[in-house]
């Protein structure tokens, strides 16, 4: 404690708060995140994941910018009027209704600079057939900014052309915090690529602004963002300027959300501050302006038990506190360990109340689509949840993180766009009912998941593996199943090199090849995932007592050559009890599966949306290579019939009817299903109807 | 058409639009009401039914008299000011959150008067121990009223105290008409009770200054009530003045809601409405401005195809439409079909979403609870409902509707009043959760429920039968078997009498005496309820042709006895798939069960709420007499075990389990499970817990 100061400190600042700030916990810079490894490795383009990788090099950035154009957002930093600003002027400026999209539109901007230079910065990127003009996009964004830019760093379009008196005035709800952080993030990206400090030192001097004005000290405001995200970009600033104001700044966004402020006579901060606007509006998401929940500041972290609200909001705060003291990373594991086990589909899908964009308040609630109850699963939360994944495994391995992770981008992150690029999900829900079909959508008003989504896949690099030196060890994590190659800059200069082929996620076959100048030694963990059987290992790994659970343990030197094999049978996987579903859902490996009409023409025809039918829970399958877009994948089709659902017995009121009497509840069908990986769903055609998990049919139900 | 008109008419209103309306509909005041009909069958004190009005005779209407004046809605038409009008005078009258539960204070002291005055006219009300603290309350409440009212006619105490520019302004929120439809029954109900006019003569001039503000013409306001209710009243107050403008009025309400208005621009009334008021603030419930579900304007009643929004709202407007001509009653039908087919709760209980306290969008979604994803079934909209059947009873017999009433009167409407009187349900969830008990409570802020329920108790000898004499046949119809005598007014002055005993609803027992003078005949319709087994008659009915589906026919000279058996086996009874709920709940004839915490303490200790046990579909039950309170009924015991739920199989992330190896879900406990009628739930313990429908355990899922 103490002894953190190093380089200049603003005199008109309030000095921070040291003495909160635990300096036995590891820094953030000590656990490289991902935008600052990522381009250490290269994704060998013919794999999967590089053929998904192309996708957006090649066509989902560009698919982008064109919206983001189209939108409006792309020009917003000119400070121009907008005809879609209307609405709020009319409204004088007041948020009344809803968060109007156009208050992300910086943000959108941001994440869509942030992921042109991740892929501008791979090999696979730098080929894209768009590279000049995304640079020239990039440049011309950065030089409206530097122009938007008022004189005390303020960034921001809404507050710089419609309500210029608004300005930081209403952290709850008009998500400045939220667009400065996704700047910020992509000022970083933008100088890790260029080596220019243009866009950065733009950020830089905003980011002085806010640590100016907001704060714990006597003369600051205590506020905090409404929507979580300039946390734990300013993490990933501090990393980088390694100044102590910034780790400071973080810690206290992250510890003084949901206090009650002794200052503000008793109240938490967004409650105060709408006293200070005379504003009595709240957030449709809210039950009264003291509610805190949808935002997570109805109790500081500490004592929050359960992880509630708005998804996105609350995994990007889990996602801070991931990276800062003891305590707060203990708050980390409490709130994703309840989103994993109690709040989580098996897609990897988050959130199941539509109205409020999140969680239950109790655990177990997974409705799998509208008729059910609900169903949000926006893709946004499951990339947050991989990033918390990301940074709990930095700070220690673990096979259950390294599952979450997998699951989440295998199933609901991957399947955030179409395969030809052009489309995107938002929600995605498990089953389709009623009207809806499950299309993808060309954009949306509030599109935040579709660069979202871009940076991640551009980003992939980081969350394949991580290394780290130490003396003259090695040490590699493994966290995905990939194919490609890193190179390990080792401390005297010298390089080593890790290369990876693997057939996942289709078959277990991996191979690992270690290059190391002599007189180093590799210490690596190799994932043994849940699913995975017969799981085989050469050479052997250490004996057990060095295992970490859901990983193996291997010492090896400079030059070594691992092998792995290991089977994955597809499994029925059933929810847990309390979610009050008897259903199974169909997995290989990682992957989770779906039925969709385009494969079962004529069963679906016949039962809308797959309702009402169910699986024997002996089911097998068969595998089938397939092919969507340039995707190679493989498809299952079930080996025994699929049932339909028999109401026989007499009907009563309410559309009920009197059991018993040894009356079947199941007919078979002369009909196998046919199921596709989620990720995949909804490429083939227009206006098709889904669901991924079916009813189990029990041996005594069946005719 | 058009030889209506009797009677005043008041010149400076526009005629009402009488072509409109169809002649040979019938009028309401051919199918006479329970309002009009109950005192003429007196029920007898020691039957089940007896015993229970005794406590709404002997102490509810006590306990809810005593609450009107601890509430402050009693000296209300006093005019002074009340505390609780703080918050509104606060927001400048505006209706910025939610209604207010002042606003319905007026509704709460007619509902209160008018179940007063039925009990006061029924042989075993008038033997209340507080009937002169009634009658004294009554008539100070008609006092208050009459200076209260305006010199227009307005009655109303918000608008007359605290907001008095606002009145008539928003219909939408602000319960006027609503409050007005209540106090207009209890002003009939006084007027028949009493024979004085006092208190309907000034409602007279209420519905004469809504009559001259309302209406289609062009100087009128296209306004309708934001809460139905007043269309109801208003063709009560019909069938008491045979006034056609009342009729005239009672059509157009219903008629006009969600017409999109030419003269308004093509909006719908609400919209125009708050555009006048310059008021952009929206209801909770709705999505927008325009968006009329959760009131049902969302389009014209001919162009809902489906029953949508508040429960209560909905409901009361169809019990209006069924009570007026062809399209309308048709209309009626429809919504009414759909609410009982698709909506409803094997309880009875009506609405599934808490949030709007009414209907899920779409067929089928029934939670049980919270954990479930919502369940609401609100007192109110059961009796709604039983409103409906009766209305629809009354134009031609059917044993799906009189089915139904029987089941919400002995299920959810019979459970919202504890057996000592003195507690009630607004909610009447069929399963508690996490920290849930059943309890009921005291009072209510909004406290509608209590004194709908008394006033419809008050008027059960209505709810029984119906009776009407063509020529010298006397035809009676059976609505409900209970123990009670029916005086029939014949033409020539004579009188008839009907008399029955019945064991209902425990046993299928009933004898029907029926006297009348000589010349006279009977044409009889019984019930044959869906549930009863081995039917026997006595004498027999007429030839099959004559039946009418759920009913036997019977003619009968003028002094005959009839003898009905049936048996009551106890019934699992399945919902329809599409709940996706594969769960049981048990019934024995009309009642139905459900399992407390009270009579399965060791069971319910070890799995709270019941949650994770299930039951064989062939469970068999024994029959067990007992007693709550001094209402003897009958229980039930399992003669089989329970089984609770067993997860077996290896564990994956998001708490799912892999399935298949044989292994089994259920393991048997030594544990039967006990059962009370729903309606007698939560009267011998506090901070309860209970389910009623449990999960159905397949034969081959048990060990």
Partial sequence: MGNLISGPVATSMEPPIIEELDSSASRPYERPHPQETFHQTVIDTDSF????????????????????????????????????????KLQGGKCTIYSPPTLF???????????????????????????????????????????????????GTYFTVVDKAGKLKNLRDMHEMYNCGHLLEAALAHHRWSGDRKFLNLMLKYIDLLMKTFGPGKNQLHGYPGHPELELAVLRLYSETRDPRHYAFGHYLVAAR???????????????????????FFHASMASIDDGRYHQWHAPLHEQDTILGHSVRALYLVTAASDLDGKLLDDAKRLWSDCVDNKMYPTGGIGSIPDIEGFSEIPHFLPNGHDEGGCYAETCASIACMMVCERLLSHELSGNARDVMERCLLNNVLGGASLDG??????????????????????????????????????????????????????????????????????????????MQSEMPWQGRTTLKLQAPE??????????????????????????????????SLALPAQSTVSITFDMPVRLLAPHPATHQDTLAIARGPIVYTAESYDNTRLEEAHRHFEGLGLLETTTFVEVPMQIGNIPMIGLISQQNVYEKTISGKKEIGSMTVVGGGKKRWGELEEKLRLVPFFARSNRDKGGRLRTMFPRVAVSDVE
């Fill in 49 to 88: 994941y590089g053929k998904i990788r192309t996708v957006y090099s090649e066509r989902v950035l560009k698919t982008q910018l064109d919206q983001l154009r189209k939108q409006g957002s792309y020009e917003a930093f000119k400070l121009g009027w907008h005809p879609k600003y209307d609405v709020q």
């Fill in 105 to 155: 539109w910086d943000s959108d901007v941001g994440k869509w600079i942030e992921a042109a230079c991740y892929f501008l910065s791979s090999p696979d990127g730098k080929r894209s057939p768009h590279t000049a003009e995304f640079i020239s996009a990039i440049d011309e964004l950065i030089a409206m900014m530097a122009k938007a830019q008022q004189s005390d760093g303020y960034l």
């Fill in 258 to 280: 949901g206090k009650r402020e002794t200052s503000l006579g008793g109240k938490p901060f967004f409650v105060w501050e709408a006293e200070q606007r005379k504003d009595t």
């Fill in 422 to 499: 052009k489309q995107f999900y938002y929600v995605n829900r498990l089953a389709t009912c009623g009207d809806e079909n499950a299309d993808r959508s060309d954009w949306f008003e509030v599109c935040c998941c579709p660069p979202n989504l871009t940076r991640t896949m551009g980003l992939l690099g980081g969350y394949m593996w991580s290394a780290k030196t130490k003396g003259k060890t090695i040490s590699l994590n493994v966290y995905l199943y990939m194919s490609g190659k890193r190179i390990v800059e080792l401390p005297s200069g010298e390089k080593a090199a890790a290369e």
């Fill in 519 to 552: 007189g180093y030694d590799w210490s690596v963990r190799i994932p043994e995932p849940e699913y995975a059987e017969d799981f085989k290992l050469s050479p052997s790994d250490l004996s057990p007592q060095n295992h970490v659970g859901g990983y193996r």
